[in-house]
């Protein structure tokens, strides 16, 4: 993740939908399909849900209830697990907010936490990738976290207390982010000039590193994340934060990147007397963090590139063509191949002649203004003649919020369209162009541009393909984020147009452009195939260089995928990686403005058609293993406390390999702090750091099991893999699920994996198997997952007892996510059959005296006071057959109050309430 604490980095969302009224991303506001972006102010924003409050539930005492329930007991939830359901006491709807402060240093004896370790020595066993999976002594799966910037550099009396607490929570691994971004002590370079590394920043790792490997934590290290190279080099400044995509053409940066990587792999740690190439803790290196030809906005930063890296890429297009084609006629037969005249234009007044009476806005136009943006439309002139002048009162920084549209433009899917306008503005200024759907889901249908404009009138001309049948299809002008006003006029759609080799153009000759305006078919696909191979070439040279010249054994992936060019790219990588948020915050005004911010408070839960883990699931590649390097569902979502749950359940399912949770800390020496204090960090976040021994049981532990389906599928089925994958990239862009086909519920019922080519079959997968149903009712979701070492639940308290057949209910909070996990390493034991069963329960998550805004969407800097608090679960669980006690735990995992058990026949009953204090519920089966 690129992310900016105290004025580092830019950030992205996974929950990228274009709302009603407003464009598909431009330069300045787009995102990836499903996902998120690079700038806060290119961020796509996600549907506003105004959700009914619950309604409270009629009170009734456990005791009347219980004896309705236990006659209506038709059988168990899941065979493995006979016996039990859950019931929630009646009680009105209320906020019970409970102090949850989980200590910095716990007592690793407590039941709870993880005591089972192996370190790892010099001598250990590597981390392995055989076929699919990890593998280290037998399968392993990754449970593992990020730290960012200073928390990478742990004090050396603080890192043996951090790596114990990550180890007691089931944590084997961290990944080090974000530790090229900053200088000392934020990061690893000098406070000096920022060119050498920082002798105690590398002390400190190095300590680190070895207490991470004593409490048996493997370490990934990013080698690159936000170092600029290129300012270091002396180099022209690069129009991408971080040197991103031209940091994978350019020799320089590439060489660049070499020499940090030999100076950190080939470092010896003093503490474990080897190289990080050579340390069994070492397990994984990661190229570059988020970067690729085919990224956010890719398309708009190749257009824009400044000359010095612009010519570089354009001596390798040409000299790619060479090799590629025995002539310039062969070339021009090639690109000219079924172009199509420009047609009748479908839009209507696009001169701007007619306006509606008694409004100013032109007849057939539809002027949006949004967030109290104002504008004023009038009659202006151009050499042409009509045109429409454009004078903005107010403007913010997303541009979106003001935009002049038309609808009702029809589409045809692969048809190529020309879309032309001319302007003019009083100053040099921007302005976006999307071609997209008219009505939900808003999406992009081929074209998403940002325009420069000067004082002076220019025609502008932009050929696409549309991505998808439409009948109701618009064109967005969009203007917001900045006040300059302009003209405009002639804006013209039409199919065709389409331009092959020009007759100035020869690659002999090096002239061929990388872009030109209205490209035939055949010379976009030729393009996006020769960035393909680019990009892939980078990683693979990348990977040899660590693992050949270096002699890095640590197993290595280039970056995460972006869409099927992106997956074709990372296919010889050791492992292949992905990212994903679920409503990331947007920031309306500057980037990473800590005061100026906003949240949808929508949980994933409610909307599963837009979920984050689905998107994941279509970018697992045949035979490789498959991780997720970030994920997080932000602070401070109402329904945050859904994320490690989904996550770990889901891809337990889906059988993945590693997940690192985004993230642990930011912080270098605050690891004492009693309070949430940002989006991401879950060291005191109680909603994400309360589930993770739970996650720690449901994934790494594999008390779920996968599913039993196993089906796989090719992307591309010509022989010419790349200019398949590209005609699937040129569709779908990143959007892999679209890519695959991979229908939704599908993906719930079995695991569905997708291959480049020439690889269509299923296996069979013998075991006991798991149940998941997810489903929305009058937009309250319910999240169900049943296996045999586990139980997880996530949803809306009204839903709880239809869609588990009565085997749930939950009087309060109106939305809860439920756990039941084994405790102990009985493998394979039914949780039914299990000595210790935690109950892991939790609402929403605040501070004391958090300043919500009306609409909860913000908090502003206003995070509150210590402590961070729960909302606690209240209700009650009837166990599993046999004798029990419970304990109430303390946030430290103690002991804290015996909760009382009532038997009505052979049925225990265990009631929870915010009395306790608590989320953590230990069962303890008696001895007879």
């Given at each position: 993740?690129?992310?900016?604490?105290?004025?580092?980095?830019?950030?992205?969302?996974?929950?990228?939908?274009?709302?009603?009224?407003?464009?598909?991303?431009?330069?300045?506001?787009?995102?990836?399909?499903?996902?998120?972006?690079?700038?806060?102010?290119?961020?796509?924003?996600?549907?506003?849900?105004?959700?009914?409050?619950?309604?409270?539930?009629?009170?009734?005492?456990?005791?009347?209830?219980?004896?309705?329930?236990?006659?209506?007991?038709?059988?168990?939830?899941?065979?493995?697990?006979?016996?039990?359901?859950?019931?929630?006491?009646?009680?009105?709807?209320?906020?019970?907010?409970?102090?949850?402060?989980?200590?910095?240093?716990?007592?690793?004896?407590?039941?709870?936490?993880?005591?089972?370790?192996?370190?790892?020595?010099?001598?250990?066993?590597?981390?392995?990738?055989?076929?699919?999976?990890?593998?280290?002594s037998g399968r392993l799966r990754i449970w593992g976290v990020n730290l960012c910037f200073g928390a990478n550099f742990p004090t050396h009396e603080d890192a043996p207390k951090v790596a114990a607490r990550l180890a007691a929570a089931g944590v084997n691994s961290v990944r080090l982010h974000h530790m090229d971004t900053a200088r000392w002590p934020?990061?690893?370079?000098?406070?000096?000039?920022?060119?050498?590394?920082?002798?105690?920043?590398?002390?400190?790792?190095?300590?680190?590193?070895?207490?991470?490997?004593?409490?048996?934590?493997?370490?990934?290290?990013?080698?690159?994340?936000?170092?600029?190279?290129?300012?270091?080099?002396?180099?022209?400044?690069?129009?991408?934060?971080?040197?991103?995509?031209?940091?994978?053409?350019?020799?320089?940066?590439?060489?660049?990147?070499?020499?940090?990587?030999?100076?950190?792999?080939?470092?010896?740690?003093?503490?474990?007397?080897?190289?990080?190439?050579?340390?069994?803790?070492?397990?994984?290196?990661?190229?570059?963090?988020?970067?690729?030809?085919?990224?956010?906005?890719?398309?708009?930063?190749?257009?824009?590139?400044?000359?010095?890296?612009?010519?570089?890429?354009?001596?390798?297009?040409?000299?790619?063509?060479?090799?590629?084609?025995?002539?310039?006629?062969?070339?021009?037969?090639?690109?000219?191949?079924?172009?199509?005249?420009?047609?009748?234009?479908?839009?209507?007044?696009?001169?701007?002649?007619?306006?509606?009476?008694?409004?100013?806005?032109?007849?057939?136009?539809?002027?949006?203004?949004?967030?109290?943006?104002?504008?004023?439309?009038?009659?202006?002139?151009?050499?042409?003649?009509?045109?429409?002048?454009?004078?903005?009162?107010?403007?913010?920084?997303?541009?979106?919020?003001?935009?002049?549209?038309?609808?009702?433009?029809?589409?045809?899917?692969?048809?190529?369209?020309?879309?032309?306008?001319?302007?003019?503005?009083?100053?040099?200024?921007?302005?976006?162009?999307?071609?997209?759907?008219?009505?939900?889901?808003?999406?992009?249908?081929?074209?998403?541009?940002?325009?420069?404009?000067?004082?002076?009138?220019?025609?502008?001309?932009?050929?696409?393909?549309?991505?998808?049948?439409?009948?109701?299809?618009?064109?967005?002008?969009?203007?917001?984020?900045?006040?300059?006003?302009?003209?405009?006029?002639?804006?013209?759609?039409?199919?065709?147009?389409?331009?092959?080799?020009?007759?100035?153009?020869?690659?002999?000759?090096?002239?061929?452009?990388?872009?030109?305006?209205?490209?035939?078919?055949?010379?976009?696909?030729?393009?996006?195939?020769?960035?393909?191979?680019?990009?892939?070439?980078?990683?693979?040279?990348?990977?040899?260089?660590?693992?050949?010249?270096?002699?890095?054994?640590?197993?290595?992936?280039?970056?995460?995928?972006?869409?099927?060019?992106?997956?074709?790219?990372?296919?010889?990588?050791?492992?292949?990686?992905?990212?994903?948020?679920?409503?990331?915050?947007?920031?309306?005004?500057?980037?990473?403005?800590?005061?100026?911010?906003?949240?949808?408070?929508?949980?994933?839960?409610?909307?599963?058609?837009?979920?984050?883990?689905?998107?994941?699931?279509?970018?697992?590649?045949?035979?490789?293993?498959?991780?997720?390097?970030?994920?997080?569902?932000?602070?401070?979502?109402?329904?945050?406390?859904?994320?490690?749950?989904?996550?770990?359940?889901?891809?337990?399912?889906?059988?993945?390999?590693?997940?690192?949770?985004?993230?642990?800390?930011?912080?270098?020496?605050?690891?004492a702090r009693q309070t949430m204090s940002n989006f991401f960090d879950m060291d005191t976040n109680p909603a994400k750091w309360g589930f993770m021994r739970a996650g720690t049981a449901i994934f790494r532990d594999r008390c779920v099991a996968p599913l039993n389906g196993f089906v796989y599928s090719s992307l591309a089925k010509d022989n010419d893999?790349?200019?398949?994958?590209?005609?699937?990239?040129?569709?779908?862009?990143?959007?892999?699920?679209?890519?695959?086909?991979?229908?939704?519920?599908?993906?719930?019922?079995?695991?569905?994996?997708?291959?480049?080519?020439?690889?269509?079959?299923?296996?069979?997968?013998?075991?006991?198997?798991?149940?998941?149903?997810?489903?929305?009712?009058?937009?309250?979701?319910?999240?169900?997952?049943?296996?045999?070492?586990?139980?997880?639940?996530?949803?809306?308290?009204?839903?709880?007892?239809?869609?588990?057949?009565?085997?749930?209910?939950?009087?309060?909070?109106?939305?809860?996510?439920?756990?039941?996990?084994?405790?102990?390493?009985?493998?394979?034991?039914?949780?039914?059959?299990?000595?210790?069963?935690?109950?892991?329960?939790?609402?929403?998550?605040?501070?004391?005296?958090?300043?919500?805004?009306?609409?909860?969407?913000?908090?502003?800097?206003?995070?509150?006071?210590?402590?961070v608090q729960i909302e606690a679960v209240r209700g009650s669980l009837v166990l599993p057959e046999g004798k029990w006690t419970c304990q109430a735990l303390a946030p430290d995992g103690s002991p804290k109050q015996q909760v009382p058990i009532v038997y009505e026949g052979d049925k225990g009953i265990l009631n929870l309430s915010p009395e306790y204090?608590?989320?953590?519920?230990?069962?303890?089966?008696?001895?007879?």
């Amino acid at each position: 993740m690129n992310i900016r604490f105290g004025g580092l980095g830019v950030s992205r969302a996974d929950n990228r939908i274009t709302p009603p009224g407003r464009p598909t991303p431009t330069s300045e506001n787009r995102s990836r399909a499903g996902t998120w972006t690079r700038k806060a102010q290119r961020r796509k924003q996600p549907f506003h849900s105004e959700e009914p409050p619950m309604k409270p539930r009629q009170t009734t005492t456990i005791h009347d209830r219980e004896r309705r329930r236990i006659h209506g007991l038709a059988r168990a939830l899941v065979p493995a697990m006979a016996g039990i359901s859950l019931l929630m006491a009646g009680s009105a709807l209320g906020q019970d907010f409970v102090p949850f402060v989980i200590p910095a240093e716990i007592d690793r004896a407590h039941a709870i936490w993880m005591n089972d370790h192996k370190p790892i020595t010099v001598d250990s066993k590597r981390v392995e990738a055989l076929g699919s999976h990890f593998y280290q002594s037998g399968r392993l799966r990754i449970w593992g976290v990020n730290l960012c910037f200073g928390a990478n550099f742990p004090t050396h009396e603080d890192a043996p207390k951090v790596a114990a607490r990550l180890a007691a929570a089931g944590v084997n691994s961290v990944r080090l982010h974000h530790m090229d971004t900053a200088r000392w002590p934020r990061g690893i370079w000098n406070t000096q000039d920022g060119r050498t590394l920082e002798p105690e920043a590398l002390d400190r790792l190095d300590f680190f590193i070895n207490e991470l490997a004593r409490c048996g934590i493997w370490v990934n290290v990013n080698l690159h994340v936000g170092y600029k190279h290129s300012e270091v080099l002396g180099l022209p400044e690069t129009n991408r934060e971080f040197d991103k995509i031209s940091g994978i053409f350019t020799p320089a940066l590439i060489d660049a990147q070499k020499r940090y990587a030999r100076e950190i792999l080939t470092h010896v740690n003093p503490y474990r007397k080897v190289r990080y190439a050579d340390d069994p803790a070492i397990a994984f290196v990661e190229i570059t963090n988020e970067n690729s030809l085919f990224m956010w906005d890719a398309e708009e930063t190749l257009r824009t590139l400044p000359p010095y890296y612009a010519n570089i890429l354009h001596g390798r297009f040409n000299t790619w063509l060479n090799q590629r084609y025995p002539s310039d006629e062969a070339l021009a037969a090639a690109w000219d191949k079924g172009i199509e005249p420009l047609r009748e234009d479908m839009v209507t007044n696009g001169r701007f002649i007619v306006w509606e009476p008694g409004r100013n806005v032109p007849k057939q136009w539809n002027l949006e203004q949004h967030e109290g943006c104002q504008v004023r439309l009038s009659r202006s002139q151009s050499p042409s003649g009509d045109a429409v002048k454009v004078d903005i009162d107010k403007a913010n920084q997303t541009q979106w919020h003001l935009q002049l549209t038309q609808g009702g433009l029809r589409v045809t899917e692969g048809r190529y369209y020309t879309l032309s306008f001319e302007a003019v503005a009083q100053a040099e200024r921007q302005i976006g162009c999307v071609v997209s759907q008219a009505h939900s889901p808003w999406a992009n249908l081929g074209l998403s541009r940002s325009v420069d404009l000067s004082t002076e009138w220019r025609t502008f001309e932009f050929g696409f393909v549309a991505t998808a049948d439409d009948d109701n299809a618009r064109i967005s002008l969009s203007f917001s984020g900045d006040a300059t006003p302009f003209c405009l006029t002639r804006v013209e759609l039409r199919p065709g147009g389409q331009v092959g080799l020009a007759e100035s153009e020869s690659p002999r000759a090096n002239t061929v452009t990388l872009f030109r305006d209205s490209e035939s078919m055949a010379r976009i696909l030729d393009r996006m195939v020769f960035l393909a191979e680019t990009e892939k070439a980078y990683f693979d040279d990348m990977r040899s260089f660590i693992k050949n010249d270096l002699g890095c054994a640590a197993l290595v992936t280039g970056t995460i995928v972006f869409g099927p060019l992106g997956l074709y790219a990372q296919s010889d990588m050791d492992f292949i990686d992905s990212h994903a948020y679920w409503q990331h915050p947007t920031f309306p005004g500057r980037a990473w403005d800590g005061n100026n911010w906003l949240i949808q408070q929508r949980a994933m839960t409610d909307h599963p058609e837009q979920a984050t883990l689905f998107r994941i699931a279509a970018e697992r590649l045949l035979d490789k293993p498959f991780t997720v390097s970030e994920y997080n569902h932000p602070a401070p979502l109402d329904a945050q406390a859904e994320c490690v749950p989904m996550i770990a359940s889901f891809a337990a399912a889906q059988d993945w390999d590693g997940i690192w949770l985004f993230t642990y800390s930011h912080a270098t020496d605050d690891w004492a702090r009693q309070t949430m204090s940002n989006f991401f960090d879950m060291d005191t976040n109680p909603a994400k750091w309360g589930f993770m021994r739970a996650g720690t049981a449901i994934f790494r532990d594999r008390c779920v099991a996968p599913l039993n389906g196993f089906v796989y599928s090719s992307l591309a089925k010509d022989n010419d893999v790349a200019a398949g994958l590209a005609t699937l990239h040129l569709k779908h862009n990143a959007n892999m699920l679209a890519a695959t086909g991979f229908a939704r519920d599908a993906l719930l019922k079995g695991q569905r994996i997708a291959a480049l080519a020439g690889r269509d079959g299923h296996r069979d997968i013998v075991g006991p198997g798991t149940q998941i149903a997810w489903t929305v009712e009058n937009g309250r979701g319910m999240y169900t997952l049943e296996s045999w070492g586990a139980l997880v639940y996530t949803g809306h308290a009204s839903r709880f007892q239809n869609a588990t057949g009565g085997k749930i209910e939950i009087a309060q909070p109106a939305f809860a996510a439920l756990t039941m996990t084994g405790l102990g390493g009985e493998e394979w034991v039914p949780l039914g059959k299990r000595d210790r069963i935690l109950v892991t329960a939790c609402g929403r998550c605040e501070n004391v005296g958090m300043q919500f805004s009306a609409d909860r969407r913000t908090v502003g800097r206003n995070w509150g006071k210590a402590p961070v608090q729960i909302e606690a679960v209240r209700g009650s669980l009837v166990l599993p057959e046999g004798k029990w006690t419970c304990q109430a735990l303390a946030p430290d995992g103690s002991p804290k109050q015996q909760v009382p058990i009532v038997y009505e026949g052979d049925k225990g009953i265990l009631n929870l309430s915010p009395e306790y204090g608590t989320m953590w519920y230990l069962l303890e089966r008696s001895t007879p």
